[in-house]
């Protein structure tokens, strides 16, 4: 989890600039993935914050104050409809499918509780160790932490019976038969939200999307298996969910970050995580 204001930024940056000004953006932690697409604003980021002035002060001082940016389009986002954890590579056959379908809550650990603040204490530290590696045992934790492990174990409860932290299953992009990563920038009446999103999830190839107030208003994302399927898409999206229209589009090239962490070219971790930061 990443604050409590996020923003997709495009940039658009002096020719030549593009690769070294995504390398230099990656490395800020609140810079949570960082994209090189082929188009004029060739950077796109996901910014987070804690607060709308933080968020305010990134993108109205930090940002265009950087060698060689010429332009700027940044779009708040308002709901994450469908994600990464959510998105199905389609690697297993159905009858394996529901042997790692969720498990039931343990009798000792409580179901959805009352909302809380992860950022704040005393899970603040969970988070920044939950963040790095989803994966750590409440022993772990509780190491990291320096704290009784009973009261890790209370706190650990709580926490994920809130319902604050998504936990994923990641995978480099470039091994998994699909290469391409297209952006889709679409405008659609606010009354049709719901059904296109709907519609949206039942596409194998649509890992993300996003609504933002102001025009465009949702952005889709797809992992393809060649640029000709991806075009099949935006015929499906023009022809299957109008009124809803496609304003641009953005073929990826590189992932530089993605949720912190520094990537390969080919999509592969390279092992290094930048800590967000507030």
Not at 15 to 33: K, N
Not at 84 to 92: A, K
Not at 205 to 218: A, C, F, I
């Amino acid at each position: 989890m990443y604050g409590n204001r996020l923003a997709i930024t495009e940039i658009a940056c002096d020719a030549g600039r593009v690769r070294s000004l995504a390398q230099e953006l990656a490395a800020w932690p609140p810079v949570v993935t960082a994209e090189i697409a082929a188009r004029e604003y060739g950077v796109v980021v996901t910014i987070a914050a804690l607060t709308q002035s933080d968020l305010a002060e990134i993108l109205l001082d930090r940002l265009p104050r950087l060698d060689g940016v010429t332009g700027m389009r940044s779009h708040l986002v308002g709901q994450f409809h469908l994600g990464g954890n959510q998105w199905r590579i389609g690697g297993l056959d159905p009858h394996s499918v529901p042997g790692i379908a969720e498990r039931p809550l343990p009798a000792d650990r409580p179901g959805r509780s009352t909302a809380v603040n992860p950022w704040a204490d005393p899970y603040r530290d969970l988070v920044d160790a939950l963040t790095e590696d989803g994966r750590r045992s409440a022993a772990d934790l509780a190491r990291i932490t320096g704290r009784p492990l009973s009261t890790t174990r209370r706190q650990l409860a709580h926490l994920l019976g809130s319902g604050a932290l998504t936990f994923r299953c990641d995978v480099a992009q470039g091994a998994t038969g699909f290469p391409v990563i297209v952006q889709w920038w679409c405008k659609v009446p606010v009354m049709q939200m719901a059904a296109s999103v709907a519609r949206l999830r039942a596409e194998s190839s649509v890992r993300q999307v996003v609504s933002m107030p102001g025009s465009p208003n949702l952005l889709v994302s797809t992992w393809n298996r060649s640029v000709a399927e991806a075009m099949r898409i935006q015929e499906t999206l023009e022809r299957e969910l109008a009124p809803l229209v496609v304003v641009d589009s953005a073929v990826i090239l590189h992932q530089v970050k993605r949720l912190g962490w520094l990537l390969e070219s080919d999509g592969r971790n390279t092992g290094t995580f930048v800590r967000y930061e507030t």
